[in-house]
C-alpha cells in the first residue's frame, strides 16, 4: 500500500464494501459481526476489509469486555476534506475566471462555420466516396480483375 497517510485513506476508501463500512461506522460503533451482517461474504473477509480501513487510520478497535467494537476515526476524514477542499477552490477560482472572461464577451458575436461532420450533411455536389459493396466487384491485391 501507499507510503503516505492521504494515498492510504483514499486507497482504502477505493473498495466500495470498506467506503460502505465506514459510512455504517459513521452512524454508530459495530462488532466485526455486526459490520459482517448485510453482506454475503464470510467474517474473515470483513476482518480483512476492517484491517486495510485500521492500516489507513479510518477505524480502530477497543475492548469493551466481550465486545470488540470497531470504531471510526473521523479526523483521518479531516485529513481528506482539508485535501479536497484545497483543490475544489482552486476549480472554482478557475470557473470564476472563466465566467468573467465569458461576461465580458459581446453576445452578438455570430458563430463560426463548421464543416460537416456527419456522411448526411455532404451537400449531392460534393463526390462521395465510390467503393466496391461486394467482394466480386474488387480487384484482387497486386493485379488485374479477373
Known amino acids: 500500500m501507499a507510503a503516505d ?11 466500495p464494501t470498506r467506503r460502505d463500512m465506514v459510512a455504517r461506522l459513521a452512524v454508530t460503533d459495530s462488532t466485526v459481526g455486526e459490520l459482517a451482517e448485510p453482506y454475503a461474504v464470510s467474517v474473515q473477509a470483513v476482518s480483512k ?6 492500516d489507513a487510520g479510518l477505524v480502530s478497535r477497543s475492548r469493551d ?5 470497531v470504531h471510526l476515526e473521523a479526523e483521518v476524514l479531516d ?8 483543490y475544489r477552490r482552486q ?13 465580458s464577451m459581446p453576445d452578438d458575436v455570430a458563430p463560426t462555420d463548421v464543416s460537416p461532420t456527419h456522411p448526411t450533411d455532404v451537400s449531392p455536389t460534393q463526390p462521395t466516396d465510390v467503393s466496391p ?3 466480386t466487384d474488387a480487384t484482387p491485391p497486386g493485379g488485374n480483375p479477373s
Open 79 to 86: 485529513l481528506m476534506t482539508t485535501w479536497i477542499e484545497r
Open 91 to 103: 476549480a472554482e477560482e478557475r470557473y470564476r475566471r472563466l465566467d468573467d472572461v465569458l461576461a
Open 65 to 69: 469486555a466481550q465486545r470488540r467494537p
Open 49 to 54: 476489509h476492517l484491517r486495510v480501513l485500521e
Open 133 to 135: 459493396t461486394h467482394p
Open 5 to 15: 497517510p492521504l494515498s492510504r485513506v483514499f486507497a482504502a476508501l477505493a473498495d
